[in-house]
């Protein structure tokens, strides 16, 4: 038996392989939510008032898209403040490639231009405001939903 397991490269021991998933603080997640580009705003309105148009701008598109992104990921990982950054940045470039793919096949070349400029502001918001979020919310959640639960099934 342990030539056969030698063989096929198992080890003695393997460990068990399951999903971990985490509880997401709902009260956190909220605060968090809502804080992150207000925080990025107050803190940033220095920068010709860009932070505070980009809550006007790509607000509805954080709360409509981040949310159940934000919600799966937290579901599944820990959600330190950079991953959340980087989570958030991929998002932002998915999210444009996709409109600019839909407003191009659309002939709308006037729409291109100012979402490929409004783009570029995203790209530097967007992650500014996930690692915010990523910090708030480690911050804020209770200890509960920083350990695994327990895979019962």
Avoid at 57 to 81: E, K
Avoid at 104 to 116: F, H, M, T
């Amino acid at each position: 038996m342990t030539e056969m397991t030698k063989m096929f490269g198992r080890r003695d021991n393997p460990t068990p392989r399951y999903n971990v998933r985490y509880a997401v603080d709902p009260v956190a997640f909220a605060f968090a939510l809502l804080a992150a580009p207000l925080l990025v705003a107050v803190l940033g309105f220095w920068v010709i008032g860009i932070p505070v148009f980009a809550l006007y701008f790509g607000g509805p598109a954080y709360l409509v898209m981040g949310t159940p992104i934000l919600l799966i990921y937290l579901r599944l990982r820990q959600g330190s403040a950079l991953e959340v950054a980087k989570l958030a940045l991929a998002t932002v470039v998915v999210g444009l490639a996709a409109l600019l793919a839909t407003l191009s096949v659309l002939n709308l070349g006037s729409e291109v231009q100012i979402v490929a400029i409004l783009g570029g502001f995203a790209v530097i918001i967007g992650p500014l405001w996930g690692y915010t979020f990523g910090r708030l919310y480690n911050r804020w959640r209770n200890d509960l939903s920083r350990h695994p639960i327990p895979n019962l099934a």
